[in-house]
Nanobody, 118 residues
Framework: QVQLAESGGDKVQAGGSLRLSCTTS????????MDWYRQAPGYLREQVAT???????TYKDSVKGRFTISRDYAKNTLYLQMDNLKPEDTAVYYC????WGSGAPEYWGQGTQVTVSS
């Protein structure tokens, strides 16, 4: 069974940094696409960053220049480096992996809480 597990969420002050991790139970190369999403209370889940095998990362406008998505193939781990955090970045962060299989099955992690205080 494919599982994704996020970690690294914490409470930080504005201007601080965090690195989120998403470890996969299977070879991370099996996901041709991986995304970070976030959901703040009362808001819809929104896409934050995307990485495609063989493609360039893309980011939500409000996080460009502050967040960096990357994969470590040796550790089967997806990262989200978050710098210069702002209170509006407060949310539960989720990773999603899309596999190469028929119908491109998607898998989600359980989420990790990030809280940024002003």
């Amino acid at each position: 069974q494919v599982q994704l597990a996020e970690s690294g969420g914490d409470k930080v002050q504005a201007g601080g940094s965090l690195r989120l991790s998403c470890t996969t139970s299977t070879n991370i190369s099996s996901f041709f696409r991986m995304d970070w999403y976030r959901q703040a209370p009362g808001y819809l889940r929104e896409q934050v960053a995307t990485t495609l095998i063989g493609g360039r990362p893309t980011y939500k406008d409000s996080v460009k220049g502050r967040f960096t998505i990357s994969r470590d193939y040796a550790k089967n781990t997806l990262y989200l480096q978050m710098d210069n955090l702002k209170p509006e970045d407060t949310a539960v962060y989720y990773c999603k992996g899309t596999t190469w299989g028929s119908g491109a099955p998607e898998y989600w992690g359980q989420g990790t809480q990030v809280t940024v205080s002003s």
